[in-house]
């Protein structure tokens, strides 16, 4: 790589969940990079991030994003356009990661675990040259990649959403709420799911299950039948879902599963108890089998499980399957592959 020019990048959200994530798989990366500015809010002035062996400064004063040669967007909707706005005068490429732009006519590449990710000349052509970027929210993400897999024509599922969908916020509602229940102190005011979610799940909470049926939408087109209900449950980080699916053409399970290992990012966990050996305590008692959240937390991949006929439907066409991802990992993933993509970077 010694011939490319070392890059100046700069990522706004810097110390939020997914900025950390991303600035840390950056660091991690072979890619040439000259400098790399972290803006965050004024409430996280003064802090310092590590990149490379290197403590920088996190800035909350906006920087000039003229001259840099990419920027990526991790901050909430709300700060996300504007970012978005000053990037585009700057005429600096820049990648939105909050979906504030979900609903726009913004390229939002396939997740890299689909097949069309790369088979599409013309979409290669046209991310070469995106002055902006998008990027469907985690969910979709795990998703897409098993809709693909198994030529899915109507999926209904519902996920299961820990309070990091929320932020850093939603962490430390949950936290301190779960500490003060047990302390029996007073609980502190609710979170950003604005109400209280320790020893609770809140139907409806945690992602935007609208966003994420558009995403699945534009991605299959009308061959798609999607809908999905979300909750949020009191972990700390990962994702769930629940699938039920209709395929379009019947499969036999060792098809199924041949489809869902094939797929790169994929691990099946079909048999066995997790990674954690979680093990019933009565033994005449079925173990439960995993996935679990805390199986996903700094994976990857997508881990499947619970592969099991849907009674209700015809024989090989009806499927439930369990999915188990860390949707930050998931998200900083497709983030770094676009831009190395965008950059023209090997
Ligand atoms: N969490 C997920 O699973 C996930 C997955 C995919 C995409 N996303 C999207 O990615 C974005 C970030 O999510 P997150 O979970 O990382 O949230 P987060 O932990 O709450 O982090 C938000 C970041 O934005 C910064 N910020 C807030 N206002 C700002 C401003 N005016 N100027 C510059 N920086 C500002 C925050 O700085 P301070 O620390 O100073 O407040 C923090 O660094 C969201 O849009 C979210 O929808 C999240």
Same mark, same amino acid.
């Given at each position: 790589?010694?011939?490319?020019?070392?890059?100046?990048?700069?990522?706004?959200?810097?110390?939020?969940?997914?900025?950390?994530?991303?600035?840390?798989?950056?660091?991690?990366?072979?890619?040439?990079?000259?400098?790399?500015?972290?803006?965050?809010?004024?409430?996280?002035?003064?802090?310092?991030?590590?990149?490379?062996?290197?403590?920088?400064?996190?800035?909350?004063?906006?920087?000039?994003?003229?001259?840099?040669?990419?920027?990526?967007?991790?901050?909430?909707?709300?700060?996300?356009?504007?970012?978005?706005?000053?990037?585009?005068?700057?005429?600096?490429?820049?990648?939105?990661?909050?979906?504030?732009?979900?609903?726009?006519?913004?390229?939002?590449?396939?997740?890299?675990?689909?097949?069309?990710?790369?088979?599409?000349?013309?979409?290669?052509?046209?991310?070469?040259?995106?002055?902006?970027?998008?990027?469907?929210?985690?969910?979709?993400?795990?998703?897409?990649?098993?809709?693909?897999?198994?030529?899915?024509?109507?999926?209904?599922?519902?996920?299961?959403?820990?309070?990091?969908?929320?932020?850093?916020?939603?962490?430390?509602?949950?936290?301190?709420?779960?500490?003060?229940?047990?302390?029996?102190?007073?609980?502190?005011?609710?979170?950003?799911?604005?109400?209280?979610?320790?020893?609770?799940?809140?139907?409806?909470?945690?992602?935007?299950?609208?966003?994420?049926? =558009? +995403?699945?939408? &534009? %991605?299959?087109?009308?061959?798609?039948?999607?809908? $999905?209900? #979300?909750? !949020? @449950?009191?972990?700390?980080?990962?994702?769930?879902?629940?699938?039920?699916?209709?395929?379009?053409?019947?499969?036999?399970?060792?098809?199924?599963?041949?489809?869902?290992?094939?797929?790169?990012?994929?691990?099946?966990?079909?048999?066995?108890?997790?990674?954690?050996?979680?093990?019933?305590?009565?033994?005449?008692?079925?173990?439960?089998?995993?996935?679990?959240?805390?199986?996903?937390?700094?994976?990857?991949?997508?881990?499947?499980?619970?592969?099991?006929?849907?009674?209700?439907?015809?024989? =090989? +066409?009806?499927? &439930? %399957?369990?999915?188990?991802?860390?949707?930050?990992? $998931?998200? #900083?993933? !497709? @983030?770094?592959?676009?831009?190395?993509?965008?950059?023209?970077?090997?």
């Amino acid at each position: 790589m010694s011939d490319i020019q070392p890059k100046r990048l700069v990522v706004f959200g810097a110390t939020g969940n997914l900025g950390q994530q991303l600035i840390e798989k950056l660091a991690e990366s072979n890619w040439p990079i000259f400098e790399l500015i972290g803006v965050a809010s004024s409430d996280s002035a003064g802090s310092e991030f590590e990149f490379r062996g290197e403590m920088l400064d996190v800035t909350s004063e906006w920087p000039t994003l003229k001259g840099r040669d990419f920027v990526f967007i991790c901050t909430p909707r709300s700060e996300a356009l504007e970012v978005v706005r000053e990037a585009l005068r700057a005429e600096v490429p820049c990648i939105d990661c909050s979906g504030a732009l979900a609903d726009q006519d913004v390229r939002m590449p396939a997740p890299i675990s689909m097949s069309q990710s790369t088979t599409d000349g013309d979409a290669e052509a046209a991310i070469k040259t995106a002055p902006l970027l998008g990027v469907p929210a985690g969910t979709t993400l795990a998703w897409a990649t098993v809709l693909e897999a198994l030529s899915v024509s109507r999926v209904v599922g519902t996920v299961l959403c820990s309070s990091s969908a929320l932020g850093q916020k939603g962490v430390a509602a949950l936290s301190g709420e779960s500490i003060a229940l047990f302390n029996q102190s007073d609980v502190p005011e609710a979170g950003p799911a604005g109400q209280f979610v320790a020893f609770d799940v809140v139907p409806g909470g945690g992602i935007d299950s609208d966003r994420v049926r =558009g +995403e699945l939408q &534009r %991605l299959f087109g009308s061959g798609l039948s999607v809908d $999905l209900a #979300s909750v !949020q @449950v009191p972990t700390f980080v990962g994702e769930g879902s629940s699938l039920s699916l209709t395929l379009s053409a019947p499969l036999a399970r060792e098809a199924v599963e041949a489809r869902l290992a094939a797929i790169d990012g994929v691990t099946l966990m079909q048999d066995g108890f997790g990674s954690r050996g979680l093990a019933s305590v009565d033994e005449a008692v079925e173990a439960p089998i995993g996935p679990t959240l805390r199986d996903a937390i700094g994976v990857d991949e997508i881990l499947i499980g619970r592969i099991e006929a849907d009674a209700s439907q015809p024989v =090989g +066409e009806g499927w &439930r %399957l369990w999915l188990a991802y860390d949707p930050i990992r $998931l998200t #900083s993933e !497709q @983030v770094l592959n676009l831009a190395r993509r965008r950059l023209g970077l090997p």
